[in-house]
């Protein structure tokens, strides 16, 4: 079983730059398939981005070349890092991860989720 912590969200304004971190605990996270999604109150949960053992990264054709998604092995934390942001990515940010190598961009074979950290982008 895989714990993730997030830290919290915050406010920004368009343009601006926020980066989120989720911590996980368990055995053998370093070789999960680990990634980001978000919600609105209108929307399902979609993609932001996943990230593989091997660090190969996979992004929703909205946030490609704005958001980044990293992993710090050593120390177990997840990385959002999300620039040149625009108020349509004010949503919810979960990560979420699923004892697996290979990635999937599919949220509903993830088990294991964070709290949630909501992100607020003004214009």
């Known amino acids: 079983q895989v714990h993730l912590v997030q830290s919290e969200g915050g406010s920004v304004q368009s343009g601006g730059s926020l980066r989120l971190s989720c911590a996980a605990s368990?055995?053998?996270?370093?070789?999960?398939?680990k990634g980001w999604f978000r919600q609105t109150p209108e929307e399902e949960r979609e993609l932001v981005g996943v990230?593989?053992?091997?660090?190969?990264?996979i992004y929703a054709d909205s946030v490609k070349g704005r958001f980044t998604i990293s992993q710090d092995n050593a120390k177990k934390t997840l990385y959002l890092q999300m620039d040149s942001m625009k108020p349509e990515d004010t949503a919810i940010y979960y990560c979420?991860?699923?004892?697996?190598?290979?990635?999937?961009?599919?949220?509903?074979?993830?088990?294991?989720w964070g709290q949630g950290a909501q992100v607020v982008v003004s214009s």
């Open positions: 979420a991860a699923r004892p697996a190598q290979k990635c999937t961009v599919l949220p509903a074979l993830f088990g294991s």
């Open positions: 368990g055995y053998g996270v370093s070789n999960f398939c």
């Open positions: 990230i593989g053992s091997n660090g190969v990264t």
